[in-house]
């Protein structure tokens, strides 16, 4: 009966241990996924000062992206994606990307200008390809609502260019960097409004 005793006595310190333990470890458990909750936070909103930095450098500057924002913003969505889901998630970033950059080669490039294309990939390695696709539509929607606001004139001379292929096969010129209207403001804009709205 006391070896019983004691055998118990025992049993219920070594329970009381482990419990410590794991009470240790749980807090430490949650500290970290609050650290992770934190981090993928900040790797996340950082897209935005990117978006914000292009579009400002887009209207102000001579309509042409740096490539070294687009390089920071690749190298951030990437380190976004491996913190958020691991290795899986970086690959599936850098696969999202690739897909983005061929689609916007071979549909984007003559309607909006390269450094657009490259924005949207690099919004492809934070949201994916689904959220890419809605930034964009929702950009072509705000770009062409500012458009018609204010841009009138040209946007009867664009109606003439689509009536005169329609009807009379004459080609239409694509985009040209002369009459370009800065874009990545109605990206931003978009961005805003599909993630966080």
Request: charged share 15%.
């Amino acid at each position: 009966m006391v070896q019983q005793m004691i055998i118990s006595v025992q049993m219920v310190h070594k329970l009381k241990i482990y419990l410590l333990v794991n009470k240790f470890n749980l807090e430490t458990n949650k500290t970290i996924i609050r650290g992770r909750v934190q981090m993928e936070k900040i790797l996340f909103f950082s897209l935005l000062p990117i978006l914000i930095i292009s579009s400002i450098w887009d209207i102000y500057k001579n309509k042409k992206i740096p490539n070294a924002l687009i390089l920071l913003g690749m190298i951030l969505g990437y380190t976004y994606s491996f913190v958020h889901e691991g290795w899986r998630g970086l690959l599936i970033s850098v696969l999202t990307s690739l897909v983005a950059l061929i689609v916007g080669v071979f549909i984007l490039w003559g309607t909006i200008a390269a450094g657009d294309v490259k924005l949207f990939i690099v919004i492809t390695t934070y949201i994916g390809l689904l959220g890419a696709g809605k930034v964009l539509l929702c950009s072509f929607f705000i770009g062409s609502v500012f458009f018609i606001l204010f841009k009138w004139k040209r946007l009867t001379q664009s109606l003439k260019m689509i009536l005169n292929f329609a009807f009379y096969s004459v080609p239409i010129r694509m985009y040209s960097k002369e009459k370009a209207v800065a874009f990545s403001p109605f990206i931003t804009i978009a961005y805003i409004l599909v993630v966080f709205i």
